[in-house]
Structure formats: structure tokens, C-alpha cells
Nanobody, 125 residues
């Protein structure tokens, strides 16, 4: 079992930056591909970014490419999501995810093995 706890969300103005963290416990995250999803009010949960076990490979949704950066520190058992130039449409609950398959498989919510509880990000205009 892996427990994932997100932090770093909050209320910011458009154009600001935030860094989300996802701290894992129970097992080392080096055994998992890791990713981030988000869910806006009234919308389905959507893929944001994924990173391979080594951290050498990443994949982003088109909507955040060039704006968000996913990274991981396996020694700290933590995954990060750096979010820059935030827009009101980035407002959502952001969820950390772990999967036992490829990081590319983690684009699909059905391939997530473990979820965090989520952290709220609100961007005001």
C-alpha cells in the first residue's frame, strides 16, 4: 500500500506560481510511475502530467505543456508539480497518482493504483 498526501495548494491571482508536493509513505515511490490529475467543478477528472520511475521521462497534457513541470525526488519519496503563469481555468482539485505500469499508462485514470486526497488550487482573475 502507498499513501499519498498532497500539499501546496491555495488561492492565488492569475499569473502567479505554485508548487504542489506529494509525499508518499508505506512504500518507496521508485517502484511507481507518478502523475498528477485535476478535477474542476462539474467536470471529469483529467490527466495533467506523468513522470517515469527514474524521473528521466515526462509527459504532459497539451493544456499545461510549457506551463507545468513535474519532477520527483525518490530519496525524499516526494513528487512535485511546479505550476507557472496560472490561469483561472487551472482552478481545480489536484490529485497525486501512482501507477505500477508505464508512466505513459498513467494518462488514464483507470491505470492509477493509488490516489491522494487532493489539494485545492484556486486562481482568481
Amino acid at each position: 500500500q502507498v499513501q499519498l498526501v498532497e500539499s501546496g495548494g491555495g488561492l492565488v491571482q492569475a499569473g502567479a506560481s505554485l508548487r504542489l508536493s506529494c509525499a508518499a509513505s508505506g512504500r518507496t515511490i521508485s517502484s511507481y510511475a507518478m502523475g498528477w490529475f485535476r478535477q474542476a467543478p462539474g467536470k471529469e477528472r483529467e490527466f495533467v502530467a506523468a513522470i517515469s520511475r527514474s524521473g528521466q521521462s515526462t509527459y504532459y497534457a497539451d493544456s499545461v505543456k510549457g506551463q507545468f513541470t513535474i519532477s520527483r525526488d525518490n530519496a525524499k519519496n516526494t513528487v512535485y508539480l511546479q505550476m507557472n503563469s496560472l490561469k483561472p481555468e487551472d482552478t481545480a482539485v489536484y490529485y497525486c497518482a501512482a501507477g505500477s505500469g508505464s508512466y505513459l499508462d498513467l494518462r488514464r485514470a483507470n491505470d492509477v493504483d493509488y490516489w491522494g486526497q487532493g489539494t485545492q488550487v484556486t486562481v482568481s482573475s
